[in-house]
């Protein structure tokens, strides 16, 4: 079964950029049923989502993060990648990458992630 | 703040039933389909219903998804210990980008 797996910084400085790279295992990220997603969780909140990419390369962004957000894919590693500019303390978060389905039917759209990477912690810090 | 309401917490004990609930509006559950997750601190969450009422292969039925209007529900009955974690709904949003709510703990007492 397809497994994902984050990794980069645990600490990045406030004004840098946070980068994490998610590698897929069991499967090949150019599939193209997938998308290919990042979801974080900021202490004491909900899930945010962050963003995707299509295997076309296609990208869709949170609107509130859209000015800040890069994500990228290498399909020869089988990984995706994912860069958010000018960090604050606000961006803390366990970021975890993600696979999910979507559908677009006439008047709605179908909308799930049914594979989850573990999730790393990322604190932005001076 | 989440664009998604869920209850901050419920509880129940053991063997019992407790629903969850989802709030949203017209521009993402009021339209679109609706899926939950349990998530386990320190663990990657687990997809539990999809399409509003589907569940995954390996998910028992003590787990179920409803939806009306702009609003969905997690039920779930036969309540045990290790039911206890934070549950997430989520959906996708006319702004065209998925969206989730802010999670509920259960706890089983």
């Known amino acids: 079964q397809v497994q994902l797996q984050e990794s980069g910084p645990g600490l990045v400085k406030p004004s840098q950029t946070l980068s994490l790279t998610c590698t897929v295992s069991?499967?090949?990220?150019?599939?193209?049923?997938?998308?290919w997603s990042w979801i974080r969780q900021t202490a004491g909140k909900g899930l945010e989502w962050v963003g995707r990419?299509?295997?076309?390369?296609?990208?869709n962004y949170n609107p509130s993060l859209k000015s800040r957000v890069t994500i990228s894919l290498d399909t020869v590693k089988n990984q995706f990648s994912l860069k958010l500019s000018s960090v604050t303390a606000a961006d803390t978060a366990v970021y975890y990458c993600?696979?999910?389905?979507?559908?677009?039917?006439?008047?709605?759209?179908?909308?799930?992630?049914?594979?989850w990477g573990k999730g790393t912690t990322v604190t932005v810090s001076s | 703040q989440s664009v998604l309401t869920q209850p901050p917490s419920v509880s129940a004990a053991p063997g019992q039933k407790v629903t969850i609930s989802c709030s949203g509006s017209?521009?993402?559950?009021?339209?679109?389909?609706v899926s939950w997750y349990q998530h386990l601190p320190g663990t990657a969450p687990k997809l539990l219903i999809y399409?509003?009422?589907k569940r995954p292969s390996g998910i028992p039925d003590r787990f179920s998804g409803s939806k009306s209007g702009t609003s969905a529900t997690l039920g779930i009955t036969g309540l045990q210990t290790g039911d206890e974690a934070d549950y997430y709904c989520?959906?996708?949003?006319?702004?065209?980008?998925?969206?989730f709510g802010g999670g509920t703990k259960l706890t089983v007492l």
């Open positions: 993600a696979r999910d389905r979507f559908f677009a039917a006439p008047h709605s759209y179908y909308y799930y992630v049914d594979v």
């Open positions: 069991g499967g090949s990220i150019s599939t193209g049923s997938y998308y």
């Open positions: 990419i299509y295997p076309s390369g296609s990208t």
């Open positions: 017209s521009s993402n559950i009021g339209n679109n389909y």
């Open positions: 399409d509003n009422n």
């Open positions: 989520g959906t996708w949003d006319s702004s065209l980008s998925a969206v």
